[in-house]
C-alpha cells in the first residue's frame, strides 16, 4: 500500500518559474527522500531530509519537512525543460530498510 | 562506474507462463531490493535482500512470486503462473547497507507485458 498522497498529481509551469510539489504520509518516520523518474523507468535520488530536520538545500532543489503536520515539500527554483520527470516522496516507514513511495507528481516544464 | 542493470529491458509473455526478471546491483552493495510499479502509480515494495538472505518478503503479493540471491550479488526474481495483473515495471535497487536512510540506486526496469 501506498504510504503517502502527493499533490498536484499534475502540475504544468513555464520555464523559469518555480514549482512546489507537496507530500503527505501517515506514519512516523526517521527520514523522507524525494525521487525523480524520467519515462516511467529508473528513478533518480534527489534529496534525503531526516525526521530532525526542517529544511534542505541542494542546488535548485528546497525541501521542508513538518512532522507535525506529516508533511513535505519540495520547491525546484528556475525551473528547466530537463526537470519534465514525475516526483515521488519516499519514506522509510518507521526505521524500515524498505522504502514507501507516494503516487507521485507529474511535473511538466513548458519552453 | 556501472549502475544497476536489469534484463530483460522488456518481456512479454502469455497468461500462465513463468518468467525470470533478472537485477545485476552496484558492485559491493549488500542491500538489495524489488519493487513494483503499475501505470501512474509509485512504486511498491516487493522484498529485501541484505547478502544471500531475504530479510523482507512482506511485500510480495502472493506465492507464485520468488526471489533467489544465491551470492550475495546477482538476483532473480521468479514469477510462476502469470496473470494479467502481474503486468507493471519491476524496478530494482541496492544500496551499500541495507540501512533506513541509505539512498537506493535504482535500475532502468523490466517492464512486463502478460497477455
Known amino acids: 500500500s501506498q504510504q503517502g498522497e502527493e499533490d498536484p498529481q499534475a502540475l504544468s509551469i513555464q520555464e523559469g518559474e518555480n514549482a512546489t510539489m507537496n507530500c503527505s504520509y501517515k506514519t512516523s518516520i526517521n527520514n523522507l527522500q524525494w525521487y525523480r523518474q524520467n519515462s516511467g523507468r529508473g528513478l533518480v535520488h534527489l534529496i534525503l531530509i531526516r525526521s530532525n530536520e526542517r529544511e534542505k538545500h541542494s542546488g535548485r532543489l528546497r525541501v521542508t519537512l513538518d512532522t507535525s503536520k506529516k508533511s513535505s515539500s519540495l520547491l525546484i527554483t528556475a525551473s528547466r525543460a530537463a526537470d519534465t520527470a514525475s516526483y515521488f516522496c519516499?519514506?522509510?516507514?518507521?526505521?524500515?530498510?524498505?522504502?514507501?513511495f507516494g503516487q507521485g507528481t507529474r511535473l511538466t516544464i513548458n519552453p | 562506474g556501472a549502475g544497476v542493470s536489469q534484463t530483460p529491458s522488456n518481456k512479454v509473455t502469455e497468461k500462465g507462463k513463468y518468467v525470470e526478471l533478472r537485477c545485476d546491483p552496484i558492485?559491493?552493495?549488500?542491500?538489495l531490493y524489488w519493487y513494483r510499479q503499475s501505470l501512474g502509480q509509485g512504486p511498491e515494495f516487493l522484498i529485501y535482500?541484505?547478502?544471500?538472505?531475504?530479510?523482507?518478503d512482506s511485500g510480495l503479493p502472493n506465492d507464485r512470486f520468488f526471489a533467489v540471491r544465491p551470492e550475495g550479488s546477482v538476483s532473480t526474481l521468479k514469477i510462476q503462473r502469470t496473470e494479467r495483473g502481474d503486468s507493471a515495471v519491476y524496478l530494482c535497487?541496492?544500496?551499500?547497507?541495507?540501512?533506513?536512510?541509505?539512498?537506493?540506486?535504482f535500475g532502468p526496469g523490466t517492464r512486463l507485458t502478460v497477455l
Open positions: 558492485s559491493g552493495h549488500t542491500a
Open positions: 535497487a541496492s544500496s551499500v547497507q541495507g540501512l533506513a536512510g541509505n539512498e537506493q540506486f
Open positions: 535482500f541484505q547478502g544471500t538472505g531475504a530479510a523482507d
Open positions: 519516499a519514506t522509510d516507514a518507521g526505521g524500515a530498510q524498505k522504502l514507501v
